[in-house]
Nanobody, 122 residues
Framework: VQLQASGGGLVQAGDSLRLSCAAS????MGWFRQAPGKEREFVVGISFRDARATTYAAPAKGRFTISRDNAANTIYLQMNSLIPEDTAVYYC???????????????????WGRGTLVTVSS
């Protein structure tokens, strides 16, 4: 399984960015991020079977939106109202969990793509 995240960049606080992740296969997908000096953390995930089945971490609620286009084998992370604390390397990951369950634990994601750097300046 190959995952390829893209869309990162340098933006100012308050700006928006949309990340994309091309993923072949029928997987529950998640976005994680790792800020400098911090551990990797869950951001948001989406079920393959039900695109309405999503789980958001608290920092992402209300500002970030995950979506997927199964026909295009792509998931998206729309990030609005970015703040400097969102600065991190963002990773997409694939989980083989089924149904509408969306895991938050990175150990439940078997496949990982290379990250894309998001830098938010104040």
């Amino acid at each position: 399984v190959q995952l390829q995240a893209s869309g990162g960049g340098l933006v100012q606080a308050g700006d928006s960015l949309r990340l994309s992740c091309a993923a072949s296969g029928r997987f529950t997908m998640g976005w994680f991020r790792q800020a400098p000096g911090k551990e990797r953390e869950f951001v948001v995930g989406i079920s393959f079977r039900d695109a309405r089945a999503t789980t958001y971490a608290a920092p992402a609620k209300g500002r970030f939106t995950i979506s997927r286009d199964n026909a295009a084998n792509t998931i998206y992370l729309q990030m609005n109202s970015l703040i400097p604390e969102d600065t991190a390397v963002y990773y997409c990951a694939a989980s083989e969990s089924g149904g509408s369950y969306v895991a938050r634990d990175s150990r439940e994601y078997r496949f990982w793509g290379r990250g894309t750097l998001v830098t938010v300046s104040s």
